[in-house]
């Protein structure tokens, strides 16, 4: 008996999907647990499994189709099948059959016609094959190139041109121009063409398809601060003493890439443990108490924000804080955290140290009750005993959800951090 098969609810908050690749072929025989589409949700990439032991008679949901949860995608049967009822066409369930993809009457913008290209997510974070990436020179057109990947092909010497670009319309994104450094085996690839990056007649209106993760952030976003009543607390923060202990594990260690941004993170945690408003978060008529110190992380990818959870970040030492949150980031930009991956976070860091800002305030990632924003490490004049002396110092603002953290709660709990940071001896106690 012929069965369909329909998208599953991936996460929490998930109401439709993207096809991003079938991992199967009309025809292939699959069985029940095994993994047959790749499908974009709200958070991330992420696989469905086929439910059925069967033959995949029909996909109805091509590559690049949105459909709601519970629309059908594929049809699981035997061969020879009749699946007209199932809206599988006139039943054949030969892979070589290429008439119109016939689409479940709920769903007429799931499929298309099977003699027209089959569409890409906008901002898929799969790249297409390499025979179909999109050429970056061809017919010498300008570069399509997002600021970043510029910004990252400067820096590392390389020539955009060449580059074949795996990001919406064959742009090329900073995944493209690292892969491109890596292969190299060096940054000094080649010069980069000394030409303008744009000029005014370079200039064309663009219409930018949003994803479903995009979508999902700015939904989120604007609910934070039309419904979290926020306020911002700053406090300097001196740094030589991070910078000393991070120089000397790496004297210790030459292969430890462990920065400031552990530290942070880690006495974060240790501070949290002597702080119980920071891991409370609103439930309308109490508070929910967090017994644990999980520490969300925010990971700029291409197309958004991802905040991947280190969990118990108390207990464990600043090299494998390094190692969990390279693998988290990793993870992240490959579009394949789960959404228990980023839940359970007691508090988030965002810190945009490393593009020279000296401060900025962030918005609250709910449930969580606060969200720290850190700037950059720079040399600043300080008093010091009545003198004025050179300092490196970075400022650190916490946003709060006032309903969960008042303003002399949150004074205390900077001023433990502060102290903790200044002394990094003190995340042992």
Request: contains cysteine; hydrophobic residues 45%.
């Amino acid at each position: 008996m012929a069965n369909p098969v329909t998208l599953v609810q991936l996460s929490p908050t998930m109401s439709e999907g993207t096809i991003v690749k079938w991992l199967v072929k009309e025809g292939d025989k699959i069985s029940s647990g095994q993994q047959i589409v790749e499908i974009e949700t709200d958070k991330a990439v992420m696989e469905q499994d086929s439910f059925f032991d069967g033959t995949l008679l029909k996909i109805i949901a091509k590559e690049g189709a949105k459909v709601p949860v519970e629309g059908v995608i594929a049809i699981v049967g035997q061969p020879g099948e009749d699946i007209s009822a199932l809206g599988g066409g006139n039943g054949s369930s030969a892979p070589a059959a290429k008439g119109k993809a016939a689409a479940a009457p709920a769903e007429p913008a799931a499929t298309k016609p099977a003699d027209a290209p089959a569409a890409k997510p906008a901002h898929s974070r799969v790249p297409p094959a390499p025979a179909k990436a999109a050429s970056a020179t061809a017919g010498g057109e300008r570069v399509l190139a997002s600021p970043l990947a510029r910004k990252v092909a400067k820096d590392a010497g390389v020539e955009l041109q060449g580059i074949s670009g795996s990001g919406p319309q064959g742009r090329v994104i900073r995944r493209d121009v690292e892969n491109a450094v890596a292969s190299s085996g060096s940054k000094a690839v080649a010069k980069v063409v000394a030409a303008p990056v744009a000029t005014v007649s370079d200039l064309v209106d663009e219409e930018i398809k949003l994803s479903g993760m995009r979508q999902t952030i700015a939904r989120r976003l604007l609910e934070s601060k039309q419904t979290v009543p926020h306020f911002q607390l700053c406090i300097d923060v001196r740094g030589e003493g991070l910078l000393a202990a991070v120089a000397k594990i790496k004297n210790a260690m030459p292969d430890a890439k462990v920065t400031v941004t552990h530290f942070i993170i880690k006495a974060m945690a240790s501070v949290a443990l002597r702080h119980k408003a920071i891991r409370s978060q609103w439930a309308e008529d109490r508070l929910n108490v967090l017994g644990n110190t999980n520490i969300s992380v925010a990971v700029a990818i291409e197309d958004g924000l991802l905040t991947p959870v280190l969990r118990d970040v108390h207990t464990k030492g600043v090299l494998q804080l390094a190692q969990e949150l390279r693998e988290a980031a990793a993870k992240a930009r490959a579009r394949k955290l789960t959404p228990a991956d980023m839940s359970g976070g007691i508090q988030t860091l965002s810190n945009l140290g490393m593009y020279g800002i000296n401060q900025f305030a962030a918005i609250i990632n709910p449930p969580e009750s606060s969200i720290l924003a850190v700037a950059a490490m720079e040399d600043r004049p300080v008093v010091e005993d009545g003198k004025i002396v050179p300092a490196k110092v970075m400022t650190i603002t916490m946003g709060c959800d006032h309903r969960v953290i008042d303003g002399a709660v949150a004074a205390q709990y900077l001023q433990d951090l502060k102290a903790t940071l200044e002394n990094p001896v003190m995340m042992l106690l």
